[in-house]
């Protein structure tokens, strides 16, 4: 294990730590599960690193990663919790901040409206993606992410502020 | 906060100065390299691991079975069933470990989801090809009575003994296929499938929902090619 190989992925999660904290805060109801999603992610990431594909915008490959772990964290916390690795390492501390905290519990009560599916195109496209790049995550056309994109956002206005 | 478009701005917003204050933590780099696999999956490879090797156990007494009796004709059929049977638990467990051991998590997510959801079904799609046997549990009744009492049933039994029991075959193919059909993850709602898969747990359950889910979605956003 070389350290030019630590140095860039060191320097991988400094670029797109942003995506972890949005998908764990996206995909946990609490801030003991972010923090385990953070955890797994970043794990993930680093299992995979060697795997990484040039072809690929590096933010794409992270979206990826981070949504594949996310969709199969929220899949069963029963399972979850009793193969976790307890532990206390961290490699990306905490925000110093919680924000809006009144925002996010929205943001959260918003995004529970949607399926697994939806919650990642959605996510995805609040962070600024364009279609291509959702495409390029989920494997659907971009043509379809412009589709569902506008249709999710109907949803939620309806559902949500009753427009 | 009037729509949809404004929260999602907010959020942005939100998120920008978050990422600010998150800090990379480099010292514990080390110690995160030190972490073993994580063993979600462990369950799923220790069934298709005792799959297989029941197939590899019961493919090869089968063809030994075939090879000891070529001389009786209902015997090396009713060997055979039992040869394919095992074939297909055998081919079935080699393709979920496949799928297994080539799960990628750096994949467009609806292929990894795809495929960990049709994992988490390994015990649905045994139990599918077990009911396969229903209808053929005559050749296993033969090789039976041949292994364990060295007796041809078949050779033993009268006319009308054994045209009642290939009626009751048939009764069980019925059975099979109905059932079958049932326990396909398409059926999750209905109460037959729900009540005869509830043996396999809620993890089988929310795959079946969850690859239900993912097939409308998919089927809604039309698939890049």
Redesign the interface.
Known sequence: ?SNEK?AR??SL??QH??IL??VARSYSYCLEDQRDLVQ?I???L???FD???PDLKLST?VY??A???A??FL??DS??KK???T?D?????????N??EE??L??QR?LQRL????R?MFIM????LDYAAI???????AS??G??VSRI?QQ??KE??N? | MNNVQDLTQLWAAQEKQLQQSVRLNTITLNEIRTHKAQHKMRGYLGLNVFSLIVGVLMASSSGYFILTHLDAIHMVLSGAVALLWSLLIFVGAILQLEKLFTLDYTKPVLDVQHKLNKIRLSALYFLRISLMILPFYFAYLLMFFDVVFGVDIYVLGDTNWLISQAAFSLLLGVLAVYLYRQLSPGNINKPLTKWLMQGFGSQAMEAAEELNQLEEFERYSEKKT
């Open positions: 294990m630590e992925f060191e999660l400094s730590k942003g904290y949005k797994d970043t794990l993930q680093w299992r995979s795997s990484y594909d490959w990826r990663v949504m594949n772990t969709i199969s899949r069963s399972i979850r193969y976790h690795i532990t390492v961290m490699l990306i501390d905490e925000p110093q901040e924000g809006n925002l996010m929205e943001i918003m399926n697994k599916f939806d990642a496209y609040s962070d600024g495409s390029d995550v989920l494997k659907i056309s379809n992410v589709t569902r956002k939620l206005n949500f502020f427009r």
